[in-house]
């Protein structure tokens, strides 16, 4: 059965640092999104994406993050300049119809 | 705007025992209801979902029925097994383009043998 991937699972950086979180969709899927669950509390949306551009942002998804389909396979997310509540888990997901389905995640933790 | 509103946790049940976690929505129209499970170190997998008012998802045991009266999707399952130890999200979503999902804060059930 076709899933979301992504990669790395964990990823550790130093505060100030760019991260680059990515994503392998499922190949016919349209849309695209990020989310992110800070450790112990809900799952949070952050953007979708769809048609090459940016469909919604939450107010979290502020001026240091940046999402990118740069080769028709790929979806990353990048966060410019990490800060220590920027570690959570960011789950990737994709969609055709009305469906969504959520890759494994990477775990970002910034010291 | 949109919300979801589950029981706080953790559950802790014996094996065998009845489960029930109860989610309410606000919601301005008419969303798509789903369950969600994160079993440890794992992402999130979709357990089941109700399109419309009346329909009752079920998958491994569980069911939860989409109530527009009480705008409740509770979940549950006759007999839990120490495998469906897990936390547990509700969910909604509009159906057609590219809406978000908006999610509960979930319930961390643990089954004891």
């Known amino acids: 059965e076709p899933e979301v991937t992504q990669t790395p699972s964990h990823q550790v950086t130093q505060m100030g640092q760019e991260v680059i979180l990515r994503c392998v969709p499922i190949?016919?899927?349209?849309?695209f999104y990020w989310y992110r669950q800070i450790l112990g509390q809900k799952v949070e949306f952050l953007v979708s994406?769809?048609?090459?551009?940016?469909?919604?942002k939450s107010e979290i998804f502020d001026d240091q993050f940046s999402v990118e389909r740069p080769d028709g396979s790929n979806f990353t997310l990048k966060i410019r300049s990490t800060k220590l509540e920027d570690s959570a888990m960011y789950f990737c997901?994709?969609?055709?119809?009305?469906?969504?389905?959520f890759g494994p995640g990477t775990r970002l933790t910034v010291t | 705007g949109d919300s979801v509103t589950q029981m706080e946790g953790p559950v802790t049940l014996s094996e065998e025992a009845f489960l029930t976690i109860n989610c309410t929505y606000t919601?301005?129209?008419?969303?798509?209801l789903f369950w969600y499970v994160q079993y440890p170190g794992e992402g999130l997998q979709l357990l089941l979902k109700?399109?419309?008012?009346?329909d009752k998802g079920s998958n491994k045991g569980f069911e939860a029925t989409y109530r527009k009266e009480t705008t409740s999707f509770h979940l549950e399952k006759g007999s839990v097994q120490v495998s469906d130890s897990a936390v547990y999200f509700c969910?909604?979503?509009?159906?057609?383009?590219?809406?978000?999902?908006?999610f509960g804060t979930g319930t961390k059930l643990q089954v004891i043998p």
């Open positions: 109700a399109t419309k008012a009346d």
């Open positions: 994406f769809y048609n090459n551009e940016i469909s919604e």
């Open positions: 919601a301005t129209g008419y969303p798509s």
């Open positions: 997901a994709s969609m055709l119809g009305y469906e969504q389905y």
């Open positions: 190949s016919n899927h349209l849309y």
């Open positions: 969910a909604l979503e509009y159906s057609g383009g590219y809406q978000k999902v908006t």
